[in-house]
């Protein structure tokens, strides 16, 4: 039988895999570095944003051989109404992953992450009606079993921080679930432009957040 994912899919997300534990160790290591705002929990938003911003677009142009032109016309197909849902469920998981790294474990944040597949089946079973095969179900309920088992420390030690944490950090599969069930509902679709107005999302919120902290003389940046 011929296999349905292509061999540079696989490859594509076993390196985003790999990136991200590095990826939580260089935030980890950033909050270490100082109380400043811009070091702080907004200040990584801030960055993080600013790069999906200005990255994002150039690079889309580079490997796709075209101009501003073609990457406009891209937002265009893609519709306000996908691109800002889009935008806002990545703008969404990419807060929950920063916040989370502040309160909890990196293990059980990257945990959390791992139940996206078990999420992703729900939602595209729900939403596209999708049969899902029955193997894949049971794997990803027993992955998912598993992960609750890493964390469940969280649930009874007297650490409310840890807890917390790892609520914030299940949003993340949460809405990574629902992002890639958008990806598949617009087939034939480029998704990159929802992920750069996701950095626009992120900068604006992140300013704003900031500017009140600042206003209002208050020193927590480094918190979620």
């Given at each position: 039988?011929?296999?349905?994912?292509?061999?540079?899919?696989?490859?594509?997300?076993?390196?985003?895999?790999?990136?991200?534990?590095?990826?939580?160790?260089?935030?980890?290591?950033?909050?270490?570095?100082?109380?400043?705002?811009?070091?702080?929990?907004?200040?990584?938003?801030?960055?993080?944003?600013?790069?999906?911003?200005?990255?994002?677009?150039?690079?889309?142009?580079?490997?796709?051989?075209?101009?501003?032109?073609?990457?406009?016309?891209?937002?265009?197909?893609?519709?306000?109404?996908?691109?800002?849902?889009?935008?806002?469920?990545?703008?969404?998981?990419?807060?929950?992953?920063?916040?989370?790294?502040?309160?909890?474990?990196?293990?059980?944040?990257?945990?959390?992450?791992?139940?996206?597949?078990?999420?992703?089946?729900?939602?595209?079973?729900?939403?596209?009606?999708?049969?899902?095969?029955?193997?894949?179900?049971?794997?990803?309920?027993?992955?998912?079993?598993?992960?609750?088992?890493?964390?469940?420390?969280?649930?009874?030690?007297?650490?409310?921080?840890?807890?917390?944490?790892?609520?914030?950090a299940l949003l993340v599969p949460i809405c990574l679930g629902l992002y890639w069930v958008l990806c598949k509902s617009v087939k034939g679709q480029?998704?990159?432009?929802?992920?750069?107005?996701?950095?626009?999302?992120?900068?604006?919120?992140?300013?704003?957040?900031?500017?009140?902290?600042?206003?209002?003389?208050?020193?927590?940046?480094?918190?979620?």
């Amino acid at each position: 039988m011929k296999d349905a994912v292509p061999a540079n899919a696989r490859l594509t997300a076993l390196t985003a895999a790999l990136l991200l534990g590095p990826d939580g160790l260089l935030l980890r290591i950033a909050r270490m570095k100082g109380n400043s705002e811009w070091l702080g929990t907004w200040g990584r938003v801030f960055w993080r944003g600013t790069g999906r911003v200005f990255l994002l677009p150039p690079l889309w142009m580079l490997l796709n051989a075209k101009g501003p032109a073609g990457f406009v016309h891209a937002c265009r197909s893609l519709g306000v109404r996908r691109m800002a849902l889009g935008a806002l469920l990545y703008c969404i998981q990419n807060i929950a992953f920063i916040v989370a790294i502040e309160l909890t474990y990196l293990v059980s944040v990257f945990s959390m992450i791992a139940t996206g597949p078990l999420f992703s089946a729900a939602f595209s079973t729900l939403l596209l009606g999708e049969t899902v095969p029955r193997h894949t179900l049971l794997s990803s309920a027993a992955c998912a079993a598993f992960v609750i088992g890493i964390f469940a420390d969280s649930f009874t030690s007297q650490s409310a921080e840890h807890l917390y944490g790892d609520a914030v950090a299940l949003l993340v599969p949460i809405c990574l679930g629902l992002y890639w069930v958008l990806c598949k509902s617009v087939k034939g679709q480029d998704m990159v432009p929802a992920l750069s107005l996701s950095g626009v999302f992120g900068i604006v919120l992140a300013l704003a957040i900031i500017g009140s902290s600042t206003a209002g003389g208050g020193g927590g940046g480094g918190g979620g």
